[in-house]
């Protein structure tokens, strides 16, 4: 079986990695992977939601950073051309140089998942994690009249700085699990804990399991365990600072979190509800949660309180379970005038305080709000808030400000940096970047970037150094694709590292791209010369063999 290792779409499209690709130096940001693609006739186009859709990005320790993407196209199989979606990785350095001359090709099956959920995280030793769910286990026995697989089967990958596949080419993969759409995957020290849900929805019945993977890809537990057994419940797992894991998730009482440990062991003698609104919504992604760096976690949240009306609300839960902000949390706009949403939140751990970021739109205005708060639940600002921005009805034509879900951030010294959109028409948007000083009396800079664009799945992520985000530009004619910008936390464009140790992470040095024929084990490891037995052999062009020795 041939499988491309590095490759394309077979639609040819044209993902260049130059070399030369870097970060920006000036307030524009850059176009790292571009979407144009020329099909099967010759002729060049421009954009489509299709080519390189859903972008993550995740930071290594080593100061790189990990992309990956997901496209559509066609995939033959037994002589038929079949529809098959694929998921790619990319290796940035620390300059934002791509460190594979071709993007890695992680999975490669016939399957319509193309609105299925993947994930993306890093390793301690600076690896990527990687989870997929495909067609794999129907491609072999396709019918002939069958367009593409209608199974997702999970997988999760291990893919090492120097493109390893250290898991194997195929992952630790469940096969026998033929509805799982959605995968997610987080990492607790040198485990890796692999997500899915297993869905049937003859019968609106949905089961969520977890595998815990040891850093070889061997498994802690014989089978995946259940962690819900519920189509609808809603959940989210944050892992604490000190290698436990709070899980958050809802009954008919409310919001509730329970403390386990690695083995999914309660610590807590019952979980604790912090609020007892129910939420009846099929995911948890009205909810923003953070570690507040003690061994517990921050919340936002929003609150249907009737038609076209929310509140935020935000609470405070202790490492030993108990709440800091009251039974029921606090506020963030603290007056009788609810239609607020979109909450951001971040924590500082060395002043102990809160900042969410929230929209609002009350009597003919919209605006950006903040709203400041002791580890303890104080207000530190009015009751209502701050703005950040805002419009009129009048003057906005009913356009206002869109919300990044990752859109606030604490800068050591104390400072606060927001991010946010504004929109001035449909698709059309600009990115604007602020940093406060801590109590928001002082603008320390402001910088507007990305005028006239069309942003999808936006990720921010605030370091010591600089923020970074990354997202998709979707606007025909605008060059879209995969876009990444970085500016340093003094508002400056050229960012100047802070070179301090880099425990458990071997840093990769690199200043030619991986061009050369690769050679593979069975495992996926890279091997220095082909060894006795079935090899696999990567080519220059990303294409791949089995040869025996």
Known sequence: ?????????????????????????????????????????????????????????????????WLAWRTWGRKDVNGISRSAVRTYLQLLDRDG???????????????????????????????????????????????????????????????????????????????????????????????????????????????????????????AWDEPRVLINDMFLQYQILPTDDGDLLFFDHTADGA?????????????????????????????????????????????????????SHNIRVQHINADGSLAFGLTGLDAYNAEEYDHNYPAIAANPETQEILVQFASQLAGKGAV???????????LFDDTGVEVAGKNDATSGGYYFGMVKTGVGAVKNGDW?????????????????????????????????????????VTMICEDEAL??????????????????????????????DDGPTVGIENVERSTLNVQPATFNLQGQRISKPAFGLNIVRQADGTTTKQLR
């Open 1 to 65: 079986m041939k499988k491309k290792l590095y490759s394309l779409l077979l639609l040819a499209i044209a993902m260049a990695a130059p070399a030369h690709a870097q970060w920006n130096t000036n307030g524009t940001p850059k176009c790292i992977f571009s979407t144009t693609y020329v099909d099967e006739n010759g002729e060049t186009h421009v954009g489509g939601d299709y080519y390189a859709c859903s972008p993550k990005a995740a930071r290594t320790a080593d100061k790189k950073t």
């Open 97 to 219: 140089v791509p460190q594979f001359a071709e993007p890695i090709m992680v999975n490669d099956y016939a399957t319509t998942s193309w609105w299925s959920e993947y994930a993306l995280c890093v390793a301690s030793d600076g690896s990527a994690i990687v989870t997929v769910a495909d067609g794999r286990a129907e491609e072999a026995s396709m019918a002939d009249d069958q367009d593409g697989a209608s199974t997702f089967s999970p997988a999760i990958y291990k893919i090492d700085q120097e493109g390893n596949f250290l898991w194997g080419l195929d992952g630790v993969e469940y096969p026998q699990f033929t509805n799982a759409a959605f995968t997610n995957a987080f990492v607790v020290g040198d485990d890796t804990f692999f997500i899915f849900v297993n869905s049937d929805y003859t019968d609106e019945s949905a089961v969520t399991y977890i595998q815990r993977i040891n850093d070889d890809g061997t498994t």
């Open 256 to 308: 509730r979190v329970q403390r386990l440990n690695r083995d999914l062991e309660p610590q807590w003698s019952e979980p604790v509800i912090y609020d007892d609104h129910y939420y009846g919504g099929y995911e948890m992604n009205h909810y923003r949660i953070v570690p507040d760096g003690m061994g517990g976690a921050c919340v936002a949240f929003q609150r249907f309180m009737g038609e076209f």
């Open 369 to 379: 709000m903040a709203q400041r708060f002791t580890y303890d639940g104080d207000y």
């Open 417 to 457: 940096l927001v991010a946010y959109r504004d929109i001035t028409t449909y698709s059309k948007e600009s990115f604007t970047i602020r940093r406060y000083n801590s109590d928001f009396s002082e603008r320390v800079w402001t910088r507007t970037i990305a005028r006239d664009i069309a942003p999808t799945d």
């Open 468 to 497: 970074y985000l990354f997202y998709r530009e979707t606007k025909t004619g605008k060059n879209p694709g995969i876009t990444i910008f970085r500016i340093g936390i003094d508002g400056n464009y050229d960012v100047t590292y």
